[in-house]
């Protein structure tokens, strides 16, 4: 999974370090372009729904969040 | 209409002494408390600089900063926000630009501001703040005040790749706010929103419709703008009843799905600007929020932020096209031909504007603003400045009018105004990289770079942060291996707007 994500990240933002920003969100580094383009692309790769109310920087300040989110939505499924 | 902003913040004060002024997350700041503030600063400032002089402010998103703003109109001098987050090498071209005796920076801000390498005098406004105020010597400078003073020059893309500082008088502003404040009707009991970075021009309402009303801000912090849930439980709690935010902030909601488990409950008067509004983007918005009023505002920067405005007096249709509207009181707009002469009503011609809203020009730029600031051709009589947007519109039967994109490479994108050739210019300066074009693909708001050389992608993405601020680097790297030419040698867009498909 984490391959995966990174494929999408790195196609969204090839400038940023994303193994090592944790404060993806709290520090500005992604904008909220960036967020309309992740949000549908992982919907799209994980067969997930992502609602406004997961839109929290905790699920989007690093790519632990984003995967902790991906699990709990794909189980929820 | 008072033209003063002094008179007028200390009008306000007198009348709302404890009321608050402006708030964000961490605190509020009363129009008592911003007026004192502002004659400290400006008490303080004043023994360091002359009247009618820039000073360059570089300070974070909070409620100190208007006040900074302010306090340097008490100094009889006019500022230059600079946003922080920008790339050094663009807030020293600004600088260099500018070339001011002051650069006035919060003590957050103080070490970036020191790494630009700047040689005049970096002043903390923190300290400023705690000057003594000079009654008698801010009396003096006010007296000799001139309507027509320089307020502020706001940095916007320039096309030759050196942003361009738009000089805006004190008389145009308060013309614009006086203007706004009728169309929206804003009082003292409005708490508005506010969403624009605070050194773009889109923040001068949130900045002085308080001083002009009485009315109250709150600075949304910007990382709430991805996170609808946490946006609307903020508007709510702040009780916010009014807006003037970018169109992109909207499309953004209406994509993330906002209102699936929330409103802004308080929400009433919504202004959208800086780019065209998709009808679908609206009408989700009106579903939601069916008592709002809905004003689409059309203009730019070098007109005090605006021309005109159209009020929506129905449910839009999904693919339903916005029109700009009419003029704002006390601006002239009309349309003209490039060969100077009246464009007939229903013909596309270029908007040109007139009225004491127009900017003084560009700030150090007299052969640019020469060009861009012109004798009105319809004007043999007196002398009349206009300037020319650069936009195409329609008039329709009547007297509306409609927007019908522009005449050259400038874009806006993301509630910016970007000129791509600006994007050329830098990527050009890469090794790697011979020629380079960006387009813009409007359906889904994607700057591309079109490029010949050996550069990757992600070198490129590296280096143009490190120049250009966020929403000018291009989102979609295509290397090619020959651009498309036309017979004269130029690039050939027509060819390269087929590739982005």
Partial sequence: MKEQLMEILEEIRPDVDFENEKQLITDSVLDSFDIVSLVGALNDEFDIDIQVGNLVPDNFNSIEGMMALIEKLQQED | ?501
Avoid at chain 2, 18 to 47: I, M, Q, V, W
Avoid at chain 2, 234 to 243: D, G, K, P
Avoid at chain 2, 409 to 425: A, F, P
Avoid at chain 2, 474 to 496: H, V
């Fill in chain 2, 1 to 501: 209409m008072e033209i003063n902003i002094l008179r007028q913040l200390e009008r306000t004060a007198e009348r709302f002494k404890d009321k608050n002024a402006y708030s964000d997350p961490e605190g509020s700041l009363s129009f008592g408390r911003l007026t004192e503030l502002a004659k400290r600063l400006g008490s303080g400032l004043a023994e360091k600089l002359p009247p009618r002089s820039p000073a360059a402010v570089m300070t974070g998103r909070n409620i100190y900063t208007p006040a900074v703003f302010l306090g340097i109109v008490y100094a009889g001098c006019f500022y230059a926000p600079m946003d922080p987050a920008q790339p050094e090498s663009r807030l020293k071209d600004i600088l260099s630009v500018l070339m001011p005796q002051v650069l006035i920076a919060d003590r957050e801000n103080a070490e970036t501001a020191r790494r630009l390498g700047f040689e005049g005098e970096l002043l903390i406004a923190e300290e400023l703040f705690e000057s003594d105020i000079n009654e008698q010597r801010l009396s003096l400078i006010a007296r000799s005040a001139c309507a027509d003073d320089p307020l502020y020059v706001i940095f916007t893309s320039g096309s030759t790749g050196k942003p361009k500082g738009v000089i805006t008088s004190m008389m145009s502003l308060m013309t614009y706010i006086d203007a706004y404040q009728e169309v929206m009707g804003i009082g003292p009991e409005d708490v508005l929103g506010n969403q624009s970075p605070l050194d773009y021009i889109a923040a001068i309402r949130d900045i002085y419709l308080p001083v002009m009303t009485g009315a109250s801000m709150f600075i949304i912090p910007k990382q709430y703008f991805m996170m609808p849930a946490e946006l609307f439980r903020t508007m709510n709690e702040q009780r916010i009843t009014a807006v003037g935010w970018s169109v992109s902030v909207f499309t953004i909601a209406v994509k993330l799905k906002a209102f699936k488990e929330a409103r802004p409950e308080y929400l009433k008067k919504i202004c959208f600007s800086g780019s065209v509004m998709p009808g679908a983007t609206l009408r989700a918005w009106q579903d939601a929020l069916p008592e709002a009023k809905f004003v689409n505002q059309y203009g730019p920067t070098e007109c005090t932020a605006s021309c005109t405005y159209h009020e929506i007096d129905h449910r839009v249709a999904d693919d339903e096209e916005i029109p700009i509207g009419k003029p704002y009181r006390n601006y002239r707009v009309f349309l003209l031909n490039d060969d100077g002469t009246p464009t007939p009503q229903g013909e596309i011609g270029e908007i040109c504007v007139a009225g004491p809203i127009l900017a003084l020009g560009y700030y150090n730029a007299p052969e640019l603003s020469a060009k861009s600031f012109i004798q009105d051709p319809l004007n043999k009589a007196y002398n009349e400045l206009i300037y020319k947007t650069g936009d195409h519109g329609r008039l329709r039967e009547d007297g509306v009018l409609e927007f019908r994109g522009r005449k050259d490479r400038q874009i806006k994108h993301l509630g910016h105004r970007v000129e791509l050739t600006e994007i050329d210019s830098a990527a050009m300066r890469i090794e790697g990289i011979e020629e380079a074009c960006a387009m813009y693909l409007k359906e889904k708001e994607l700057i591309f770079l079109f490029y010949t050389g050996t550069a990757a992608p992600k070198e490129i993405a590296v280096y143009l942060r490190g120049v250009l601020p966020g929403f000018m680097v291009p989102r979609k790297f295509e290397r090619l291996d020959k651009m498309p030419k036309l017979p004269n040698g130029k690039i050939s867009m027509q060819a390269l707007k087929e590739l982005m498909k």
